[in-house]
């Protein structure tokens, strides 16, 4: 016969099949059968296949045209081969050879012979009349499907990635309860587990079998026939599994059938798979019920797979077999340029190598490899493996059962008829499953998935997929990446995917799973109604089906009256056209009805509801009249798509609008309007108001708002309570100079206008009530307390109240005037006077974001005025110097600036140096190593975290110590000197018992570290059980809280020589008087009887009386110890 197959090409060129390679010869009188050969058995023989049947029955014989010399014949010239007759008999013979000599071990003992240490002996014939099967190992032809597209024998060889579906438990085999035609009635031919006419293990017929009843049979299952309960029977295991042979580098997906082929459960159990490993290579999980094994680098001969088959109950080890073969020599390659490459009838190898081919395997088993470049590769019939290798590859699986690897580059995969495996790679790819029951995996990329008719399984793996089940049964796995699945109404195909059947009403029950990462249902196209629960894990309606939910995270609602409802995740759920009913439930979630009359309820959490405006429908005015409940937490009625007016008023729960209705609000506390001249009140609890373009009117009322009119001419009234308003920047529009001229009225509270956007100068006069610049107009200012200011040389003045005034980046000028006042210069040279008042000047460092190093803010000059200032630079994180006495603060971070009028200084992060003035100051290090110095005055000095060292030098000074924040550690071992004047060491901080000894200079516990002291006359310890030692200068002790003890070691201690006596301050109930070493001394103390004023006391004994001072009585204890000397020892008890 004369048969030409003929491909146009893009440049119309046409490709023309060498039929010189083959004739087809039809055989009428053979039986219809197949027959197999490893090429070890054909030898001389030649290649001779004997194909399935057409559809009339008879069996064509494929041969190949040899010619002169095995020379191709030409076209014209078809060529006959060897008598095929002849060739089948030589071949029945090799069988009956190897029957007899291997049958046992092979069904026996369940090895499997090697023959030349490398290729399996694999010899099958298989006929349906009068022929016997031989019963031999394999019923299955050589192939290469089930194979990988790598290729690793290549020096850049990377071995598959695996699907993120993970390592998954297999599920049953062939053993399940199913639904289908099998014959499990008995009524069949027999076969595993089933019944039929002419018996089968396990199964009854009514010729018997082996442990099955029939007419002729036996009963041997143990059937329930007493209504006994039957003993479970573990799986038999009939020899190890022979798989499909492998190619060396290649690797192999095999499958749980491949795995269970020679195991029966007489109870028809479910069958499951664990614990595989294989000899050499390596295997791993890739699906459920599917494994990917990747073999050694070069390796060839055969690869023993063990495991264990449980039924549920038991379990039992089982083995399977694979050979791998080196590549066949008679393999079709192209060229490094663009070929037209077309296969044979039979199993085809063929290998484009580089170059923008085409390929078309068509009949049979054929192994495409596309090589690098981009490539269109066809399947055609047959259960085909494609490998698109490098570039933008097109892959078209055809008829069969095919599998399908994109490789690199964005590849588009078309499974098309049969349950096809598609495995899209590296790259952005494009899977469509087809018809059948496909596993489509996008692995690496941004890829696009659908599985079209069938019930498909769809993994998108890493990074943003956007997956679709399509009709039918599907199983969706987003997992990473922010994935969108979409369902609904089954959309069409692509390329030969069957459509629902006619009586079809959904697309099918479906499983999704999204995985980690933010992943979306996208139902949109459908029309009818939708009931989703993310806390459930439902999906279901008319369109759809019923589809089980697994880490979504949003949904997209269509046309109908849709119910949606989260769960306790941050949701997003838009119900879009309809009547729908939206729940966020807990969880901060965005809330959208779209058109309709929707009711939307946020839950708890901090949801934003958003509000549509319509599209442009004839006749069509607003979105419909909805129902919002923000439920608890901050939530957000978000109408910034309205063009029209919007008045909110959430006191009185109410919105509406020409394009949003007329709707219902509750626990709303957010509002963002249009672009319209919007109206927005707030209520008694703490709002935010944004107007957005138009000319706005806000009113905060009562509660902490954050107001903002956005532009145009806005008039935002804060109410009582702490209020910010914020001044916008307009967007840079021609003919557009400012955000309009406002009016800004912060009521009652500290209000604050924040105008950080502004790039240009602002120049703001909380005395004169104005605000004006380039940007923000000119507008007026009425009870506003703090103002922000942005990039510009920026001009602020406070008023008589306690003002925040902060320039941030510009050369500004901020004077506080009357008032305690916080004012920052921000970035630049700025001049920042404080005014009258007690005011802070806080100085920010600059930290050059490029490699971190640090940069000055600018020549600064800070001039606290009257009142008691202080210079804040606890935001710098290296030393900085700063000098009250000298005017100067200078350091990398700030450069060199002016100081003058401050008392307080306090230091950041680094070794600080602080020095005081005459007067009273406060100086505190922070944390770092500082070395901070009083001067004169009374000064109190705090070091901080670090070991620190302080200096009093004249007056009477404070040296207090502070506790960490979290209460670990201490704060460092600090060398404290009081100099000159009584000075005083203060750990009234520490919560945990401290020991201070005067007398050695030390000052020890968990939470100041240990502190060395010199010129110390007071001590104050804190909320535990305190240990305070005086000296034999003239001490004041308090041990402050808890059972504290104060110690006296001598005599001198206490001498009262007429310059004072020392003083215990806090004498509580608990707290004791050690004089314990004094009375070793001279022999003892004791206390006597309350003396009277004028009374000698006894020797060695203590008495005690009151005396009335400037401040208040004291208690005076008093004892003799030696009247000779007239020594005698006093304190004061306060």
């Not at 050879?97 to 490398?118: I, K």
């Not at 703090?786 to 901020?814: E, F, H, P, Y």
Request: charged share 25%; glycine share 18%.
């Amino acid at each position: 016969m004369d048969e030409k197959l003929i491909l146009e090409r893009p440049d119309s060129q046409q490709a023309v099949a060498p039929m010189n390679r083959y004739e087809i010869a039809d055989r009428p009188e053979r039986k219809r059968g197949r027959l197999l050969l490893s090429a070890l058995f054909l030898g001389g023989l030649g290649s001779v296949f004997a194909s399935r049947d057409e559809a009339d029955g008879n069996a064509p014989a494929h041969r190949p045209g040899l010619g002169d010399g095995g020379a191709m014949a030409p076209v014209d010239e078809p060529q006959t081969g060897p008598d095929l007759a002849g060739a089948l008999d030589v071949i029945e013979n090799v069988a009956d050879y190897f029957r007899e000599l291997m049958a046992d071990f092979a069904l026996t003992t369940g090895t499997v012979p090697t023959v030349m240490g490398r290729l399996r002996a694999s010899v099958r014939l298989s006929f349906d009349e009068g022929r016997p099967d031989t019963g031999f190992v394999d019923d299955r032809p050589l192939q290469q499907s089930k194979r990988s597209a790598n290729d690793n024998g290549l020096p850049d060889f990377d071995f598959p990635r695996l699907s993120s579906f993970g390592n998954l438990p297999s599920t049953g085999g062939r053993n399940d309860d199913d639904d289908d035609d099998d014959d499990d009635d008995g009524n069949g031919n027999g076969g595993n587990n089933n019944g039929g006419n002419n018996g089968g293990n396990n199964g009854g017929g009514n010729n018997g079998g082996n442990n099955g009843g029939g007419n002729n049979g036996g009963d041997d299952d143990d059937d329930d026939d007493d209504g006994g309960t039957r003993s479970n029977r573990l799986p038999v295991v009939a020899g190890r599994n022979i798989l499909a042979n492998g190619f060396m580098n290649l690797s192999a997906i095999i499958l749980l059938d491949d795995l269970l082929a020679n195991t029966l459960d007489a109870d028809g159990d479910r069958l499951t798979i664990a614990n595989l490993t294989v000899s050499s290579g390596s295997v791993r999980a890739y699906a459920d019920g599917m494994w990917l094994y990747t073999p050694a680098r070069g390796e060839i001969g055969e690869v023993t797979f063990s495991y264990t088959v449980s039924d549920g109950s038991g379990s039992v080890a089982n083995g399977a077999l694979l050979a791998l073969l080196d590549w066949p020599a008679h393999e079709i390659k192209g060229t490094e340029g663009p070929d037209v490459l077309i296969g044979t009838p039979r199993p085809d190898i063929i290998a484009a190598l580089g170059g923008d081919d085409s390929v078309y395997g068509r009949e049979d088993d054929d192994l495409i490899l596309g090589g690098s470049g981009n490539d269109t590769l066809l399947g055609g019939d047959g259960d085909d493996t494609l490998h698109g290798d490098d570039g933008d590859d097109r892959l078209f699986g055809g008829n069969g059962d095919d599998i399908l690897f994109g490789g690199d580059g964005d590849d588009r995969l078309h499974g098309e008829a049969g349950d096809d495996i598609l495995i899209g790679e590296a790259g952005d790819d494009t899977l469509s499953g087809g018809s059948g029951d496909d596993r489509l995996f996008g692995e690496d990329g941004k890829d696009s998935i659908e599985g079209d008719a069938g019930d498909d399984l769809v993994d998108g793996g890493t990074e943003d997929d956007t997956l679709a089940g399509g009709s039918g049964d599907d199983t969706v796995l987003a997992s990473a990446g922010n994935d969108v699945i979409v369902t609904g109404a089954t959309s069409d195909e692509t390329r030969q995917a069957q459509p629902s059947p006619a009586n079809s009403e959904d697309d099918g029950d479906d499983s999704y799973s999204g995985g980690t990462g933010f992943d979306t249902l996208d139902a949109s196209a459908s029309t009818e109604t939708i009931v989703v629960d993310l806390e459930q894990g439902t999906a279901t309606g008319e369109e759809i089906g019923s589809d089980r939910l697994d880490s979504i995270e949003a949904v997209i609602g269509g046309t109908g009256d849709d119910q949606l409802a989260g769960d306790a995740a941050c949701n997003t759920l838009v119900g879009n056209d309809g009547n729908d009913v939206i729940d966020g439930r807990s969880g901060n979630d965005t809330l959208s009805g779209g058109q309709g009359n929707d009711t939307l309820a946020g839950g708890s959490g901090n949801d934003t509801i958003l509000v549509e405006a319509p599209a442009c429908v004839p006749g069509e005015t607003s979105d419909g009249n909805d129902s919002y409940s923000g439920g608890a937490g901050n939530d957000t009625l978000d109408a910034s798509a309205s063009t029209k007016t919007i008045v909110a008023d959430l006191e009185q729960g109410t919105a509406t609008g020409e394009e949003i209705g007329s709707d219902t609000l509750d626990s709303i506390e957010t509002v963002i309007g249009g672009t319209g001249d919007d109206q927005l009140a707030g209520d008694a609890t703490c709002n935010t108001l944004v107007g957005n373009d138009g000319n706005d009117v806000i009113d905060g009322r009562s509660g902490n708002d954050r107001l903002s009119g956005g532009q145009g001419d806005d008039t935002v009234a804060g109410g009582s309570g702490n209020d910010t308003m914020l001044v916008e920047a307009p967007a840079c529009v021609p003919g557009e100079a400012n955000d309009g001229d406002d009016t800004y009225d912060g009521g009652a509270g500290n209000d604050t206008l924040d105008a950080s956007a502004s790039t240009e100068t602002i120049v703001a006069d909380l005395e004169q009530g104005t605000a004006t610049g380039e940007e923000i107009g000119s507008d007026t200012v009425d009870s506003i307390e703090a103002v922000i200011t942005g990039s510009g040389d920026d001009q602020l003045a406070g008023d008589a109240a306690c003002n925040t005034l902060v320039g941030n980046d510009g050369n500004d000028v901020i004077d506080g005037r009357d008032g305690n006042d916080t004012l920052a210069g921000g970035q630049g040279n700025d001049i920042v006077a404080g005014g009258a008042g007690d005011d802070t000047v806080i100085v920010v460092a600059m930290i050059e974001t490029g490699n971190g190093t640090a940069t000055n803010d600018g020549t600064d000059s800070y001039s606290g005025g009257d009142g008691i200032d202080t210079l804040d630079l606890s935001a710098l994180v290296q030393e900085v110097l700063a000098d009250i006495e000298t005017g100067i603060a200078e350091g990398n971070e700030i450069g060199t600036d002016v100081i003058d009028g401050f008392e307080i200084i306090a230091g950041g992060q680094g070794g600080d140096r602080l020095s005081g003035g005459a007067g009273n100051n406060i100086l505190s290090g922070g944390s770092g190593n500082d070395v901070l110095r009083g001067r004169g005055g009374d000064d109190i000095l705090v070091g901080g975290a670090g070991n620190d060292t302080l200096e009093g030098n004249t007056g009477n000074d404070t040296f207090l110590v502070v506790i960490p924040p979290d209460a670990s550690g201490s704060d460092g071992n600090d060398l404290i000197d009081g100099n000159e004047a009584v000075d005083t060491y203060d750990a009234s901080a520490a919560t945990q018992a401290v020991v201070i000894d005067l007398d050695r200079g030390t000052a020890e516990g968990a939470e100041i570290g240990s502190d060395l002291l010199t010129a110390i006359e007071g001590a104050v310890g804190g909320k535990g059980d305190d240990v305070l030692v005086a000296d034999t200068a003239v001490n004041f002790l308090a041990g402050g809280d808890g059972a504290d003890v104060f110690v006296f070691r001598s005599v001198a201690s206490l001498a009262n020589d007429g310059s004072g006596r020392d003083e215990i301050r806090d004498f509580e109930v608990g707290d004791r008087i050690d004089l314990s070493k004094i009375a070793e001394a001279v022999g003892g103390l004791v206390f006597a009887q309350f003396a009277s004023d004028g009374q000698t006391p006894p020797v060695h004994q203590i008495t005690f009386y009151h005396e009335a001072f400037g401040d208040g009585e004291r208690t005076v204890v008093r004892a003799v110890v030696n009247l000779e000397r007239d020594e005698d020892l006093e304190f004061l008890i306060a």
